[in-house]
Each structure stands twice: as structure tokens, then as C-alpha cells.
């Protein structure tokens, strides 16, 4: 009967920790930070970095954040009773 043996490898075994797992986060973040004062809707920059790093969290985090800010620009929102918000939608 042969003898069969398990490889491991020599390097991390963690998958994309550190440094290279945060990146994504780290960049949408910024690129909010930049892009959304000038834009009526927010988390454009964020969805736009989840989805070409092929970042799930990163992505769906922006995406709600454009919903939100959608809900906001929304004119059925007004007729709701809502309160305008600084970026001049309501919410």
C-alpha cells in the first residue's frame, strides 16, 4: 500500500490577511471621503472599488450607501413628510 503525504506550503497559509486584505476598505473609504462631497449621491467611490478589486464587503457597503442617498434625491420622499438633508434631498 503506498504512503501518501499531505503538501503544505512554506509561505502563509491565511489567505488575504494583512495588509493586502484591508486595501479595498482602506481605498473605497478614501475615495468617499473625495468623491462625495462633490456628488449628490453617496458611495459611489466605494461600490466602484468593492466591485473592480473583487471586494464583496467593500462593494455592498457602497451600494447601500447609494441607496440611502438615493432615497434622499427621491422626489416620493418628499410627499412622505420627510426632512431635508444637507445634501439637499430629504430623508
Given at each position: 500500500?503506498?504512503?501518501?503525504?499531505?503538501?503544505?506550503?512554506?509561505?502563509?497559509?491565511?489567505?488575504?490577511?494583512?495588509?493586502?486584505?484591508?486595501?479595498?476598505?482602506?481605498?473605497?473609504?478614501?475615495?468617499?471621503?473625495?468623491?462625495?462631497?462633490?456628488?449628490?449621491?453617496?458611495?459611489?467611490?466605494?461600490?466602484?472599488?468593492g466591485v473592480f478589486m473583487h471586494n464583496n464587503t467593500v462593494r455592498d457597503i457602497g451600494?447601500?450607501?447609494?441607496?440611502?442617498?438615493?432615497?434622499?434625491?427621491?422626489?416620493?420622499?418628499?410627499?412622505?413628510?420627510?426632512?431635508?438633508?444637507?445634501?439637499?434631498?430629504?430623508?
Open positions: 500500500m503506498a504512503r501518501y503525504r499531505r503538501s503544505r506550503g512554506r509561505g502563509r497559509s491565511r489567505g488575504i490577511g494583512g495588509i493586502k486584505g484591508m486595501l479595498p476598505a482602506i481605498l473605497g473609504g478614501l475615495g468617499d471621503s473625495i468623491i462625495d462631497p462633490l456628488l449628490p449621491i453617496d458611495g459611489v467611490a466605494g461600490s466602484a472599488v451600494l447601500y450607501k447609494v441607496g440611502y442617498s438615493l432615497g434622499g434625491i427621491l422626489p416620493i420622499s418628499g410627499l412622505l413628510g420627510g426632512v431635508q438633508n444637507n445634501k439637499g434631498g430629504f430623508q
